[in-house]
């Protein structure tokens, strides 16, 4: 247990309802969680599913039938992969997935490259597997984007796997095609597994989405993660897909049969209305995404001392804020009890995060406004000052 991480986001979570039981007014820009409800036309299949369909026994350990056939044709329509609903993979929310991928591939001592800032889960499961962690750094000068070069020179003989997230968390940055090309060559030449997350596929802003398992050479190699969580607003029914190669079906299928059993029956079948119903409400979810992060961005750029690359997907802002002097996490706690804004430590997704925070824009446009308002005055007041807030002092404006 020593080796297993967690997710700082929900302890920022919880130390910012621990200031609101006081009485303070704070805004929450630190969780990844679209402040949408999931389409009534989703709900409504998932509440047909269990009040007229009966469904609520076990299903097959990888999903039923209806879903991994959706999910399959949607694959084909969406990401343009080729795969059989038999390589489908329904779990509990997407971080199965990765888990599951870890375990069937990993043994004590061998190596996964993965995004550092990246999600912290990434890290954590290769730690806990027994393997080595190895940082891939992201760089605001690449714009945030994965260098391949770099990743080609931390393979050693012992590296099994490489984990690639694009649009990523919680840079907002998108590979391009060129990268992933390179990066497909790479995992080619040296024989490696690649895992895919593609969780905020849907929210890729710019250019034309590319999944890397369409590549010469990678349909055999390449392990894809996506779920309903961001594009859906389905974070609370926990429904998350892998498509896998043929030959890891067994592996992914045992894993399932000792740990979960299999997904929740009735949520799948609202699973299956949110791939085949209408999409009106995800679009429109994502305009207002695209609408968020031009406010966020702008209003980051103009406070002194702060600068924001543009994200190209998922709906996250990861501010420079090293003009301060301060560590990250000095930072981030200053605006949660001066300010009252809750964000997060660039550290929070790894060490090459210092000097960074990340601000969700998964909340209203005025939440927002009142957030950048806080933010500038609060580093405003710390640039004069010099003096940090800390709990129980200070007050939000």
């Excluded at 999910?71 to 997935?97: F, L, M, N, Y």
């Excluded at 399932?256 to 029956?265: E, F, L, M, P, Q």
């Excluded at 949110?274 to 995800?282: E, F, H, I, K, V």
């Excluded at 690359?309 to 981030?332: D, L």
Aim: with cysteine.
């Amino acid at each position: 247990m020593d080796r297993i991480g967690t997710e700082t986001a929900f302890e920022a979570a919880a130390r910012a309802r621990a200031l609101e039981a006081t009485g303070r007014d704070v805004i929450h820009l630190e969780i990844g969680e679209p402040d949408f409800d999931t389409p009534r036309t989703i709900s409504d299949a998932a509440v047909a599913g269990l009040v007229d369909q009966g469904m609520t026994h076990y299903t097959s350990a990888t999903g039923i039938a209806p879903l991994r056939e959706a999910i399959a044709a949607d694959a084909r329509r969406w990401k343009g992969i080729g795969v059989s609903p038999e390589q489908v993979i329904v779990t509990p929310g997407a971080k199965p997935i990765m888990f599951y991928a870890l375990l069937a591939l990993l043994e004590e001592g061998d190596e996964a490259i993965y995004p550092n800032p990246g999600f912290p889960i990434y890290e954590s499961m290769i730690e806990f597997v027994g393997a080595r962690a190895v940082p891939a750094p992201l760089r605001e000068e690449r714009d945030f984007r994965m260098d391949v070069e770099e990743v080609a020179s931390l393979v050693t003989p012992r590296t099994r796997m490489i984990v690639i997230n694009s649009p990523q968390n919680p840079t907002g940055s998108v590979l391009t095609p060129a990268d992933l090309e390179a990066i497909a060559a790479l995992a080619v030449e040296q024989d490696l597994v690649v895992l895919t997350d593609e969780i905020y596929g849907r929210l890729q802003y710019d250019g034309e989405p590319l999944s890397l398992a369409t590549l010469p050479g990678m349909a055999d190699r390449t392990i894809t993660l996506d779920g309903f969580s961001k594009t859906y607003a389905m974070t609370g029914w926990r429904l998350g897909y892998g498509l896998v190669p043929e030959w890891l079906v067994p592996a992914f299928s045992r894993l399932i049969i000792n740990s979960v059993s299999c997904t929740n029956a009735f949520a799948q079948a609202g699973a299956v209305e949110a791939l085949t119903g209408p999409q009106d409400a995800a679009d429109a979810m994502r305009e207002e995404f695209i609408a968020r992060r031009r406010l966020i961005v702008d209003g980051l750029n103009a406070i002194e001392g702060v600068s924001v690359v543009t994200p190209h997907g998922a709906f996250y802002a990861f501010p420079n804020v090293k003009a301060f002097g301060r560590s990250s996490v000095e930072i981030a706690d200053h605006l949660l009890y001066d300010a009252g804004v809750c964000g997060l430590a660039g550290t929070s997704f790894g060490r090459f995060g210092e000097g960074y925070l990340r601000f969700s824009y998964a909340n209203s446009r005025e939440n927002l406004e009142r957030a950048l308002e806080r933010i500038a005055e609060s580093l405003g007041r710390l640039e004069r000052t010099g003096e940090l807030a800390t709990a129980g002092s200070g007050a939000p404006r």
